[in-house]
């Protein structure tokens, strides 16, 4: 049983006295979502207003423009309370000004993620860059005291790791926790209900552990979620973004780290861990399609477990809930190994093991010969990428139309294209063979990218070319970044565009 907590009263019925002794609790859990709740309409107006909404291209496949960086309503919810905490005169009060170095360092890591992804949803920030500024933060949240001390394994005493071990354990979690809920935020309210579920099992296990700052944190968190998904679910009105994606991961895996670090039982430390279960699971499997192949790591693609889900006929909430569910059954797995003995801890592992494997099977992971045909495509998988990683370059250098013909005309080969037609307001101008002038007609297959009527940019292909999924979404993806570029939106665009 939990150990006393906050409020409780002796004079009370015990079934009484043990639901009281949450409801500090309770009250930051309804107050931060029904602030959430309220917060994010007039968000949405700010954000429309401002520009702050997320087009459909490419991987993007929601039917209009919409409201994205929603973590700064989630975030100024979580930062107000925790300094409303900061400040009561109670119980809850002293046990957060106790541990205030680690509060201040969580919210601080957040808050620096938080920005991070601001400027990545407003401007783009390169991969390497983003993972260096991580980084940084990463390992100031291990000098702070957000790290793995010991390691507990069934049938053997703790295992204290040297400072080194433990530092570099723990540098690479949050790093990876971080990326995996970037990574996740594919799906409308899939990232946000994955954090949700991750964030009440981190708080179960502090209040079980006697952290009651953690404690409120985690409830602060879970409630801000929840007042957030009424309007993030499927069809979602407000997106996360990377400002909320990239500020959850971190907030999530120090807060694991902490939450169970008083744990004596391999248990306590596996429960929050498989709470983000599917993030870790689907990034590893993201990791492993990569590099077999021949993808950059930071690559994007269509085909994490979401997506294939959306592709074998489930709608965007279906396959939202079946993730839900599949992560709950799993955290709830582990959880009632807790009271019973080794064996059936480790029963419950393999347990778990067999259903991601299952999964995997099902969703077409281990079907050998699409595993084959990849392998055997690496080097031109990675003779598309580079040449797409060479055109990003040259559009951000571009400031006219025809300096962008001239870059999307690097991909010319690896796709299949013989001429490219950029049209902006009844302007046009062509790529072929290297030379910019004015469009042609054209025979053979074309692919158009035409975000408004006044904006068009069409690749008239050799005969017989045909664009998979894999081309198509480059394409896309460079298309925006043109289109970004000459309206002055882009990294190095000029102030009045083009």
């Not at 929840?226 to 997106?239: D, E, K, S, T």
Request: glycine content about 10%; overall charge neutral; proline content about 4%.
């Amino acid at each position: 049983m939990p150990p006393a907590e906050l409020d409780s009263s002796a004079t009370l019925p015990d079934w009484l006295s043990f639901f009281l002794q949450f409801k500090s609790y309770a009250a930051f859990l309804l107050a931060s979502a029904l602030a959430t709740a309220a917060l994010t309409p007039a968000y949405l107006v700010i954000a429309r207003r401002l520009g702050w909404v997320d087009r459909p291209c490419g991987r993007k496949q929601h039917g209009q423009a919409t409201a994205t960086m929603g973590g700064i309503v989630i975030f100024l919810v979580v930062f107000c309370g925790a300094a409303v905490s900061l400040s009561l005169d109670n119980l809850v009060g002293q046990r957060m000004r106790a541990e205030a170095v680690y509060v201040y360092g969580l919210l601080g890591c957040a808050g620096c993620m938080l920005l991070l992804g601001v400027v990545d949803d407003r401007h783009g920030v390169r991969p390497k860059v983003k993972l260096l500024v991580q980084s940084i933060v990463a390992m100031a949240a291990v000098l702070l005291g957000f790290r793995v001390e010991a390691v507990t394994l069934p049938g053997f005493e703790s295992l204290v790791l040297p400072g080194v071990v433990g530092g570099l354990l723990s540098l690479i979690w949050i790093l990876g926790i971080t990326n995996a809920i970037n990574l996740t935020d594919g799906l409308d309210g899939l990232a946000a209900g994955i954090c949700l579920l991750a964030s009440a099992v981190n708080a179960v296990v502090a209040i079980w552990l006697g952290n009651h700052y953690m404690t409120v944190m985690m409830v602060l968190l879970a409630g801000a979620l929840i007042g957030f998904l009424r309007w993030n679910f499927h069809p979602a009105r407000v997106f996360l973004g990377d400002t909320g994606s990239l500020a959850l991961g971190m907030f999530l895996a120090l807060a694991s780290l902490k939450s169970a670090q008083k744990a004596h039982t391999v248990l306590l430390i596996l429960v929050p861990l498989f709470a983000l279960g599917y993030p870790i699971f689907d990034t590893l499997l993201a990791v492993a399609r990569r590099m077999v192949r021949g993808q950059p790591l930071f690559a994007s693609d269509r085909d994490h477990i979401h997506h294939r889900l959306l592709d074998r006929g489930s709608s965007p909430s279906g396959a939202a809930v079946r993730i839900y569910a599949a992560s709950i059954l799993v955290s709830l797995l582990c959880a009632v190994a807790a009271t019973a003995n080794h064996l059936a801890l480790g029963l419950a592992l393999l347990g778990v093991l067999a259903m991601a494997l299952f999964s995997a099977r099902v969703l077409g992971y281990l079907e050998w010969g699409g595993w084959q045909r990849r392998w055997t495509g690496r080097s031109e998988t990675k003779a598309l990428h580079a040449a797409a990683q060479l055109a990003r370059i040259k559009i951000e250098q571009s400031h006219t139309t025809e300096a962008a013909a001239r870059a999307l005309g690097v991909m010319a080969t690896e796709i299949g294209c013989r001429e490219i037609v950029i049209e902006i307001s009844g302007r046009a101008e062509r790529w072929s063979d290297g030379m910019v002038t004015s469009p042609t007609a054209g025979d053979g297959g074309r692919f158009e990218f035409a975000p408004d009527q006044n904006f068009r940019i069409q690749y008239a292909l050799e005969a017989g070319a045909s664009l998979d999924a894999e081309r198509r979404q480059l394409i896309e993806e460079l298309s925006r970044l043109v289109d970004d570029q000459l309206r002055g939106t882009g990294p190095e665009a000029p102030p009045g565009g083009e």
